[in-house]
């Protein structure tokens, strides 16, 4: 099946959404996505981001769709024709949509774990308003432990339902869910029940925005200020591939290795993450690869290129080697 994405024409198989044609593409034209994630069943349609303009629904029939779609959620027809970032209509929804998301959202980035890494943050920048429109109170709540290694700050949540998702579908032993409806909307456990299984701490990688923290974590060192390097051991319960994020010899976190668009690789095990902080414990095989447009790529060098040098009086340049 053909889809054409920005005046892109791939193929794809049937029954792949907009959103993974998308990513097949690659490049700026992938729709930001706050709620889905391809490695968790059910996910997408909440947080509204990744809305697109179909202008040609399919080439057996070419009217167009009346309304914005989900791309994550919306599968390609044969002949479809979409519109993300060459759409004003887009852009311009992309802009509320961030807006309504930080109507509740406390200006927590000076002081929030999640700073440099925040999908919330770039999508903010890339799409945000300076001055906000409410004059209304922000709703609060308490700084709540659902866990001995899990620090929740619903004020920061948005409600994308992953980490609900995620203890679902890989603990197979959830003990926390989304209660109330509307505004008063809440991800808490039942009678402040604690988290606990193997697989907890992946509900922290898997969240978009600051609303789970590692306490083990909590305040220690900006992201940005670590280098973050590939490890690995031998694990009876995961793969033991992580990311070890590094200061000289001392291991500041644990984390799942992400893929290019901010998803878990594969999801580790609370041992790996929690339990194993020294050197001693794992096998560094390198730096990781970082996109340049992250705070985190600052002076992150991967290798090193050295000058060439310029002799000018015969009008030569010598590369080193």
């Given at each position: 099946?053909?889809?054409?994405?920005?005046d892109i024409?791939?193929?794809?198989?049937?029954g792949?959404?907009?959103?993974?044609?998308?990513r097949?593409?690659?490049?700026?034209i992938?729709p930001?996505?706050?709620?889905?994630?391809?490695k968790l069943?059910g996910?997408?349609?909440?947080c509204?981001?990744?809305?697109?303009?179909?202008?040609?629904?399919?080439?057996?029939d070419?009217?167009?769709?009346?309304?914005?779609?989900?791309?994550?959620?919306?599968?390609?027809?044969?002949?479809?024709?979409?519109?993300?970032i060459t759409?004003?209509?887009?852009?311009d929804?992309r802009?509320a949509?961030?807006?309504?998301?930080?109507i509740?959202?406390?200006?927590?980035c000076p002081?929030?774990?999640?700073?440099?890494?925040?999908?919330?943050q770039?999508l903010?920048?890339q799409?945000?308003v300076v001055?906000?429109?409410?004059?209304?109170?922000?709703?609060?709540?308490?700084?709540?432990d659902?866990?001995?290694?899990?620090?929740?700050?619903?004020n920061?949540?948005?409600l994308?339902?992953?980490?609900?998702f995620?203890?679902?579908?890989?603990?197979?032993?959830?003990v926390?869910?989304v209660?109330?409806?509307?505004?008063?909307?809440?991800?808490?456990?039942?009678?402040?029940?604690?988290?606990?299984?193997?697989f907890s701490?992946?509900?922290i990688?898997?969240?978009?925005?600051g609303?789970?923290?590692?306490?083990?974590?909590?305040?220690?060192s900006?992201?940005?200020?670590l280098?973050p390097?590939?490890?690995?051991r031998?694990?009876?319960?995961?793969s033991?591939?992580?990311?070890?994020?590094?200061s000289?010899?001392?291991?500041?976190r644990?984390?799942?290795?992400k893929?290019?668009?901010?998803e878990l690789e594969?999801?580790?095990?609370?041992?790996c993450?929690?339990?194993?902080?020294?050197?001693?414990d794992?096998?560094i095989?390198?730096?990781?690869k970082?996109?340049?447009?992250?705070?985190?790529?600052?002076?992150?060098?991967?290798?090193?290129i050295?000058?060439s040098i310029?002799h000018p009086?015969?009008?030569?340049?010598?590369?080193?080697t």
């Open positions: 099946m053909k889809v054409t994405i920005d024409t791939i193929e794809v198989k049937e792949t959404t907009i959103l993974e044609a998308a097949k593409i690659g490049g700026k992938v930001p996505a706050m709620c889905y994630y391809s069943k996910t997408g349609g909440k509204r981001t990744c809305l697109v303009k179909v202008t040609q629904s399919s080439s057996k070419p009217r167009p769709m009346p309304k914005l779609v989900a791309s994550c959620s919306t599968p390609i027809q044969d002949g479809m024709v979409v519109r993300n759409s004003k209509e887009v852009l929804a802009k949509i961030v807006e309504f998301l930080l509740n959202h406390p200006l927590d002081v929030c774990d999640q700073a440099g890494e925040c999908d919330l770039d903010s920048f799409h945000g001055e906000t429109r409410s004059d209304e109170e922000r709703r609060e709540f308490p700084v709540i659902i866990g001995d290694k899990i620090k929740l700050h619903m920061r949540c948005i994308c339902y992953r980490c609900v995620t203890a679902d579908q890989i603990t197979g032993k959830r926390h869910g209660l109330y409806r509307g505004d008063a909307a809440e991800i808490s456990t039942y009678i402040q029940n604690v988290i606990d299984n193997d701490g992946n509900i990688d898997v969240c978009p925005v609303a789970l923290t590692d306490r083990t974590f909590r305040f220690k900006r992201v940005w200020f280098n390097m590939d490890a690995s031998e694990c009876s319960h995961c033991g591939k992580v990311v070890a994020w590094m000289g010899n001392k291991i500041f644990i984390t799942g290795r893929d290019e668009f901010g594969e999801f580790i095990c609370n041992e993450r929690f339990e194993k902080k020294e050197l001693k794992w096998k095989e390198g730096p990781r970082i996109k340049r447009q992250s705070v985190i790529s600052a002076n992150h060098y991967e290798k090193l050295k000058p310029i009086i015969e009008g030569t340049t010598e590369q080193q």
